[in-house]
Each structure stands twice: as structure tokens, then as C-alpha cells.
């Protein structure tokens, strides 16, 4: 098992592994996106942005299993 030491999730938001975050249903969201989605208005059109991510990874994800 090369190259998988530390146990990192991918954040559906940014792409990037990281060891810090929370999981949203089955969606991984690293510390750094759960700040900027927690500080992002729900007016702001960048709110909808993490939204549709999010859905659009749940989606893929049912359908891969
Ligand atoms: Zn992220």
C-alpha cells in the first residue's frame, strides 16, 4: 500500500486531500470550505456554487455504487 500512510479525504469543494474537515452527508468538506461556505451568505451566488457541488458529487456518488 504504497503512498496511502495518512488516511486523507478528498473535499468535494476545493479537490484537495486533506486530513481536516467534516462530513455533510456522505460529502467530505475540508476545514477550509467549511469556513468559507459557514462566512458565505446564502444570498451570495458562491453559496449556491458549494450547493450545487455538493449535490452534484452525491449524485455521482449513488450512481457509482
Ligand atoms: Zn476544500
Keep these: 500500500m504504497e503512498g496511502q500512510s495518512i488516511n486523507l479525504n478528498h473535499c468535494q469543494i476545493c479537490e484537495e486531500f486533506r486530513q481536516d474537515g467534516i462530513y455533510v452527508l456522505t460529502t467530505f468538506i475540508c476545514k477550509s470550505c467549511e469556513r468559507e461556505i459557514v462566512n458565505t451568505s446564502p444570498d451570495d451566488e458562491q453559496y449556491q456554487y458549494y450547493?450545487?457541488?455538493?449535490?452534484?458529487?452525491?449524485?455521482?456518488?449513488?450512481?457509482?455504487s
Design 51 to 64: 450547493v450545487d457541488r455538493m449535490k452534484l458529487r452525491r449524485l455521482q456518488n449513488q450512481t457509482m
